[in-house]
């Protein structure tokens, strides 16, 4: 946990940092899409910021990935909030799962979250995804953590199941779900660089 001194009269009093951790998605970096201008925007408003480069992109494997975002959390607290973007989200739910931790995570974000996808490109890509498809999650483990989860799908994603992974998210996870026009799959070629509906989401954090 990290921790800062304000001077208020004369006296020291520590103010303790919140933390967001923004998890890319599978074969994305954390200088794509709307990482960047996320990562400034919500530094100004006095979050420490960190964008981790996650391992082997382009053929991300569940236990590597789960593995690093333990390594880089470090220690969870009520003042860790996360923001997902494909399968970071999965990647989040899965290290949630996981973990030994009985408080409440703060605040999650996920954004193009999935249980379900379609329109796969070709063979090879069907193999990465195979595991994260097939493999189950523990929700209700997941859910016990969770203080607020805020989903944002578009209505034209182009890995569809939109009403599926909906459904998923409210009922075993008590989501907020808001569904945006024509953002894609919330990526530069979608024109999608600032997610000023997703920074909103932290306004009453600090």
Not at 52 to 59: A, G, L, V, Y
Request: with cysteine; aromatic share 10%; charged share 30%.
């Amino acid at each position: 946990m990290n921790a800062r001194n304000a001077a208020i009269d004369g006296e020291i009093i520590l103010e303790i940092m919140k933390k967001v951790f923004i998890v890319h998605g599978w074969d994305f970096n954390p200088d794509m899409h709307w990482y960047p201008w996320m990562k400034k925007e919500l530094e100004k408003k006095g979050f420490e910021v960190i964008v981790p480069k996650m391992p082997n992109t382009s053929e991300p494997k569940i236990e590597e990935w789960v593995s690093y975002l333990k390594k880089i959390v470090g220690k969870l607290s009520r003042d860790t909030c996360f923001i997902g973007h494909s399968m970071g989200c999965q990647t989040i739910m899965r290290y949630l799962e996981k973990e030994n931790y009985k408080g409440k995570i703060n605040k999650i974000v996920f954004v193009a979250g999935w249980f379900k996808l379609d329109n796969l490109e070709d063979k090879e890509v069907e193999a990465v995804a195979k595991p994260w498809l097939k493999t189950k999650i523990d929700l209700n483990k997941v859910r016990e953590k969770i203080s607020k989860l805020t989903v944002f799908l578009s209505n034209n994603d182009p890995y569809n199941f939109l009403k599926e992974n909906e459904s998923m998210f409210k009922k075993e996870l008590g989501a907020k779900i808001v569904i945006l026009k024509d953002k894609g799959h919330f990526t530069d070629s979608d024109k999608v660089n600032k997610l000023p509906v997703v920074l909103q989401e932290f306004k009453n954090i600090i």
